[in-house]
């Protein structure tokens, strides 16, 4: 997707805050940017724009606020850039842990605002293939742990090597088309039944 096919969606209170940002957008060739002032029902309002790119403007964000943003960069899976006039450790901590993907305090420039959301966006990415590959590994690791009990439950019941336990189960598996985790674990639950 082009930049300038990019749908920007900027939320702030202050509208004076939020031209600066659309300002920055638009001078920088993206097209697609809406605003929303009005904090209320703020999840329908961004799930309704379903935008490729958040970002949020808070002057002087209370815990409640920037709890709520957090709770929406969670959500909506999206890159996110909040902008604020002030910070401090925990708050930032929260953001990264909330998967905001740049956090930058009193930095709202319109002449910034382009190389921002390239990082944003590049930040977003970076962290959502390391999410991606964690959930592989772990499923991985789940599979292993599954497959070696089924490998377990063959060698003790039908007396055969490991060896010979695997290649039964992934002999199984190509036969009915399925994965060797997945027949491993149906004989795993099996043997829970019958022992």
Do not use: C
């Amino acid at each position: 997707m082009t930049d300038a096919a990019l749908r920007i969606l900027i939320i702030d209170d202050n509208a004076l805050r939020a031209t600066v940002l659309e300002e920055g957008l638009r001078e920088a060739g993206l097209v697609d940017v809406r605003v929303i002032t009005d904090m209320r029902e703020l999840l329908r309002k961004i799930v309704e724009n379903d935008p490729d790119v958040i970002f949020i403007d808070l002057e002087n964000p209370n815990r409640d606020v920037l709890e709520q943003m957090f709770q929406v960069s969670r959500t909506v899976r999206r890159p996110v850039a909040m902008f604020v006039d002030r910070s401090d450790t925990a708050s930032i901590e929260a953001a990264i842990d909330a998967g905001v993907s740049a956090y930058i305090v009193d930095g709202l420039k319109k002449e910034r605002v382009k190389s921002i959301l390239d990082m944003t966006i590049s930040r977003f990415n970076a962290y959502s293939r390391l999410r991606e590959e964690l959930s592989r590994t772990k499923q991985a690791l789940e599979d292993r742990k599954i497959i070696d009990k089924a490998k377990g439950i063959l060698m003790r019941n039908r007396n055969l090597s490991e060896e010979d336990a695997y290649a039964l189960l992934r002999k199984t598996a190509m036969n009915e088309n399925r994965r060797v985790a997945d027949v491993a674990q149906g004989l795993v639950t099996a043997a829970k039944l019958l022992g």
